[in-house]
């Protein structure tokens, strides 16, 4: 299966943190899963260190490197999927999670998120 990675499910991973639910930990433990992980989120990642955020300066100068080891599948945004995220409604503030939901309609994959909101937009959430 093909699932789309939100930002706290990669820095749960990474951290081996108890917040990851058990079918989210399974997901990400099966290897004959596509583990998606989009720009959109090294972005995220690399703004929120930079701003203090999070403590996750490692975990953004390691990213490409321990996304290569884990598994996982880099998602270039391209133009189509960034005018969606555009025009989605406003249900989510953030925006970068509005181009996660545009990438999976556009892809027609799930995301792997704890994040509810997502439940408002037209696609499949994993928890």
């Known amino acids: 299966m093909n699932v789309l990675l939100d930002t706290h499910v990669l820095v749960w ?31 995220e990642l690399a703004i929120k260190a930079n701003l203090g955020k999070i403590n ?25 999927q960034a005018v969606r995220a555009g025009l989605l409604p406003r249900h989510h503030r953030d925006p970068f999670d509005r181009l996660l939901v545009a990438q999976a309609q556009d892809l027609n994959v799930p995301i792997l998120s704890a994040d509810k909101l997502l439940d408002r937009y037209d696609v499949r959430r994993l928890w």
């Not at 099966?30 to 090294?42: D, F, G």
Request: hydrophobic share 50%; proline share 0%.
């Open 56 to 80: 996750g300066l490692e975990i953004v100068t390691e990213l490409g490197a321990q996304a290569a080891q884990g598994g996982f599948t880099e998602l270039s945004i391209n133009i189509a």
């Open 13 to 43: 991973w990474f951290e081996d943190s108890s917040k990851l639910s058990g079918q989210a930990s399974a997901i990400l433990a099966n290897q004959r899963n596509s583990l998606l992980l989009s720009a959109a989120v090294a972005w």
